[in-house]
């Protein structure tokens, strides 16, 4: 928490820091230790909640004003995991309006900035999650992601990052609350998953919220991973496919280039048989973003930012959603082809 007071000013990773509530955990912790009471794996280890996700007794803004108030009064299904695990909650990480976007933009607090660079972004929508762990403010985090938000800030912020797979991490009442429209929804795209600076610490993440189903989620499935033996032992001999662009994305030389060298550890430093394979020929993202974005296909999302945005800031805001779709599916060609 020291470190926060420090760090946090300059990052902007915790928009809701909790330290009251992770001192009366941390106590809780400290008496069941001294007790000698058994404890959980994440006994003592301080964890930042991305404030999409619903807890307990602690602000949940989703990053718009509509909920700038909103307080639960329920854990989503692997806070109440964590906590039983003994994690310490620090506070909920910054997002863009509802994870709405690949930065964190939105219109409560300021963006968060990337720990290596302040002058860059730590990519979104887990944007706090991915520049609080690391920036060393706690070891790991939540994060969420329905088209790259757990992905990207663990790339930007070179982090291990895990989209769990549909149902691996139960969810409620995240994506399932009708009383909080644009707080909660998605339920066909969310994916839970842990950020953190090691994938030994990833596993140990996952083997606390994704330890099996939930009957308030219909969508989780069963556990059948041992996750923290899963990254015991090594992988020489194993077949790795690669991909410089999907088969359709468009890339920047420079960030090809890195993972090119990156992919190469594989073979040359792992003993892993390494193929470049892009089996995908449709731009699927394309369809994501225009089905995410356009007004006509995702009513939901004009009228909920409209109650947070002026009349200019509401056109605006509608312009932009209307340039993207329709721009997205125009400048991939162009760009690959300069490629």
Request: aromatic share 6%.
């Amino acid at each position: 928490m020291a470190r926060m007071d420090k760090v946090n000013p300059a990052i902007g990773a915790f928009c809701t820091p909790a330290p009251d509530v992770a001192r009366t955990q941390a106590k809780a912790v400290e008496a069941d230790i001294m007790a000698g009471k058994t404890v959980g794996p994440l006994a003592g280890v301080p964890i930042g909640i991305k404030d999409l996700v619903y807890t307990k007794g602690i602000k949940t803004t989703s990053g718009s004003v509509v909920y700038k108030d909103f307080v639960p009064n329920e854990d989503d299904v692997f806070v109440e995991r964590l906590k039983t695990a003994g994690a310490i909650i620090l506070g909920k990480t910054n997002v863009p309006e509802f994870g709405y976007s690949g930065a964190s933009y939105n219109l409560i607090f300021p963006p968060t900035n990337n720990p290596w660079n302040v002058e860059r972004t730590a990519g979104g929508s887990s944007a706090g999650s991915g520049a609080a762990v690391a920036a060393g403010l706690g070891p790991m985090a939540i994060g969420s992601d329905g088209g790259g938000s757990v992905r990207i800030p663990a790339s930007i912020n070179g982090l291990f990052g895990l989209k769990g797979s549909m149902g691996r991490v139960p969810l409620y009442p995240g994506t399932k609350d009708e009383t909080a429209p644009g707080a909660s929804g998605w339920e066909s795209l969310e994916h839970i998953g842990p950020l953190t600076r090691t994938v030994a610490d990833g596993a140990l993440m996952m083997s606390v919220i994704a330890s099996g189903p939930d009957d308030r989620d219909r969508r989780t499935i069963p556990n059948d991973i041992q996750w923290t033996d899963a990254v015991k032992g090594d992988i020489k001999g194993l077949r790795v496919a690669w991909t410089p662009d999907w088969g359709y994305a468009q890339v920047d030389p420079e960030v090809r280039e890195v993972c090119a060298k990156a992919a190469k550890v594989f073979a040359n430093q792992l003993g892993c048989s390494l193929e470049e394979a892009s089996p995908w020929k449709d731009d699927y993202f394309g369809q994501f973003i225009t089905t995410r974005q356009s007004p006509r296909r995702n009513h939901s999302a004009i009228p909920l930012l409209a109650l947070a945005l002026s009349q200019r800031e509401r056109l605006q805001k509608y312009l932009r959603i209307l340039q993207i779709a329709r721009v997205e599916p125009l400048r991939k060609p162009p760009v690959n082809r300069s490629q």
